[in-house]
């Protein structure tokens, strides 16, 4: 009788640590998905860019390099320093072309929604 009450306590010791466990493993994974990492980018000469999402595309921001683009979710870009631009992306990376300077983000990607228009047919 003894051996049958532990085995009943084991049993329901168990299945209430494995219900607590779910439990817990769901709140930690919406609290995981709430919380995104920061996205950073580095250029072709290694400096480091600070990417902010936003509705209307992404803030790049690069204290190194002294840089500052608004990329837009229509393949647009604009830049205090360099004036306004187009973006665009493929398997090798993210281009940003002004008129008289270029960035190259190679092999990266820029977590915009609805940027497929903007992709490079090669």
């Given at each position: ?53 936003n509705e209307h595309g992404a803030i ?7 840089e500052l683009m608004f990329i837009g ?50």
């Amino acid at each position: 009788m003894k051996k049958l009450i532990s085995l009943f306590t084991l049993v329901m010791l168990s299945s209430f640590s494995l219900s607590a466990f779910a439990q817990n493993k769901e709140t930690v994974s919406e609290e995981t998905a709430e919380e995104k990492p920061p996205v950073e980018l580095f250029d072709t000469y290694r400096n480091l860019y600070h990417v902010q999402i936003n509705e209307h595309g992404a803030i790049l921001k690069s204290e190194e390099a002294d840089e500052l683009m608004f990329i837009g979710k229509d393949c647009d870009v604009s830049s205090p320093k360099h004036g306004k631009g187009k973006w665009k992306y493929s398997d090798a990376g993210i281009m940003v072309q002004f008129l008289e300077r270029r960035f190259i983000f190679g092999r990266q990607k820029l977590p915009i929604p609805n940027s497929g228009k903007c992709k490079m047919n090669l």
